[in-house]
Structures are given as C-alpha cells and as structure tokens.
C-alpha cells in the first residue's frame, strides 16, 4: 500500500469523513485477517487429530476418523 492521500482539497468536513472510511477498512481488514488465523488454527488442529485417528487401526475400522462416529 503505502500511499499517500492528499486532502488539502477537501473539507475538513470531507477530510474527517474519508479518514474514518480508511480506519474502518483497516480494522475490518484486521478483523478478517484474526478471523483467516483462527479458521487455519481449527484446520490444522482438525487435520492432526484425523492423521493421528486414522493411525489407529481398530478404531479406523469402526469409527469415522473426522467426527468419531460409529
């Protein structure tokens, strides 16, 4: 990014207005980086449960290795 706007030609008013667009799209941006995180944490998590499940032979032939049901 790293861009620079120039405001000299607006408002205050309209200066004030884009500012608060440009933090609210950086804390959304923010917010849906924290979520993407989460969601790869819960994937990784989930994946290393199902390879060591799907190690266990018996429990392989009776269970499913995702959700551990019969």
């Known amino acids: 990014m790293g861009k620079k706007l120039d405001l000299s030609k ?12 440009v933090q609210r799209d950086f804390d959304l941006r923010r917010k849906e980086e924290e ?3 989460a969601l790869k944490g819960k994937i990784k998590k989930e994946s290393s ?3 060591l499940l799907s190690d266990t032979a ?9 959700c551990l049901q019969p």
Request: overall charge negative; hydrophobic content about 30%; glycine content about 0%.
């Open 49 to 51: 449960k199902r390879e």
């Open 35 to 37: 979520r993407l995180e």
């Open 10 to 21: 607006l408002t205050d008013e309209e200066a004030q207005h884009v500012l608060e667009v």
């Open 58 to 66: 018996h429990l392989n032939e009776t269970h499913c290795a995702r």
